[in-house]
């Protein structure tokens, strides 16, 4: 039995070595009433003493917080970068904002009547976050970025608190739902509704277009990167806020590259996202 825990102990550390640590957790929120999952990436040697950059990771419609790890294999991406220098070590948060059945469960990033996300992340999740793996703590020291859904949510998280994150990166983001599309099959007593007004409510580009000098200056103080697949549906969104933000003069970055709204591209993204997170990172 004892040499049995000494081989668990040594497969620990190597993976520690290796960087490979996604770790489970479990908060309870008063806010929303009820517990809420969430993954965190660890970097290569995590050492709770030190201080490490935060980047929060949000994930699209129909995913949930499992999502950046089992299909965007983030740990490899991260690993990789942070090895070769192109990143420095930092700590991942991906949170739980949504289920698969899209009728049954809230999804989305916002507060909604009787689920007030945007409240549980920024009063809970975050600040207990920052506290368990000491990281973040400052806007110098945190970033924002996520994939269609989780694109608006971090472009939209990212315009109502300037003051917390260095950088923001969209992928492919929901940045708007003017229309307020609900698709005709959809079941008495759904909440999906709530989910796409929620976007509608919190367009991305009308803030930008609606905002104040002193709300422009404050934009300015963040840095921005869109960047959507040329033959995505919603391309026209990623668009229409880089030109929202230049008309505006805030300084902005996109990319169109060739794919679709698929994890091909989100993959790729990724080697984009973390190495424009880590450079924008400060004391």
Known sequence: MKKLLTIIAAMSVALTAFGQIIETHTLHSNVLGVDQ???????????PANHYPLIVLLHGLSDDYTAWQDRGRVDWVANELIESGECVPFVILMPNAG???????????FNVPGWSYEDFFFKELLPAVEAKFNCGGSKGQRAI?????????SVVYAQHHPDIFSS????????????????????????????????????????????????????????WFVD???????LYLSLDFYRAMRDAGVPAQLRVRDGVHNWEYWHLSLRWALPFASRNFSI
Do not use: Q
């Open 37 to 47: 999952n969430y993954n965190v990436y660890l970097p290569a040697g995590y050492n």
């Open 99 to 109: 289920n698969a059945d899209i009728h049954a469960y809230p999804n989305g990033y």
């Open 145 to 153: 970025m996520g994939l269609s859904m989780g694109g608006g949510g």
């Open 168 to 223: 923001c990166y969209a992928m492919s983001g929901w940045l708007d739902n003017e229309k307020r599309e609900v698709w005709a099959d959809v079941p008495e007593g759904s909440k999906f509704p709530a989910t796409s007004n929620s976007v509608a409510d919190n367009s991305a580009i009308k803030y930008v277009k609606k905002a104040t000098p002193e709300t422009l200056e404050r934009l300015k103080t963040v840095k």
């Open 228 to 234: 959507c697949g040329d033959d995505d549906f919603i």
